[in-house]
């Protein structure tokens, strides 16, 4: 093991034991302290909508753009239509329709550098 890992190691199991036995987070708050969230909608012009979630230094930028069966993402699976739980049940799904599509796609992009890493 390199030191840079030995010291991420060492410096994660400080930190786990700061929140589980004293409550405290790394940026000092309590673990039942909530940082308020501000929104703002519209923030894009060109799109069908957009918002902005801030809560502390983290930013949240949501974009919607609506479209058509054609825009949809095509799931390719064996099974094809709607996923299923490991009894085989269909899982309901409003989002993939029974032709494999998707037709809501959330990307999320959370850098390490949001977090100070």
């Known amino acids: 093991m390199t030191f840079n890992a030995a010291w ?6 400080i930190m786990r034991q700061l929140v589980l036995n004293e409550g405290i987070r790394m940026d000092g708050r309590k673990v039942t302290e909530i940082r308020p969230i501000t929104s703002r909608a519209d923030v894009l012009p060109r ?6 979630f ?9 974009v919607a ?3 058509s069966d054609s825009d949809a993402q095509k799931i390719d699976s064996i099974r094809g239509g709607n996923p299923t739980d490991s009894d085989g049940e269909e899982i ?3 989002v993939r329709d029974t032709r494999g599509l998707e037709r809501f796609y959330l990307q999320y992009f959370f850098p390490p550098s949001s977090v100070g890493e």
Do not use: D, V
Request: charged letters at 15%; hydrophobic letters at 20%.
């Open 47 to 52: 799109t069908h909508g957009s918002a902005l």
């Open 54 to 62: 801030t809560r502390g230094e983290t930013q949240a930028l949501c």
């Open 92 to 94: 309901n799904s409003s």
């Open 65 to 67: 753009t609506l479209g």
């Open 8 to 13: 991420k190691y060492f410096e994660s199991g």
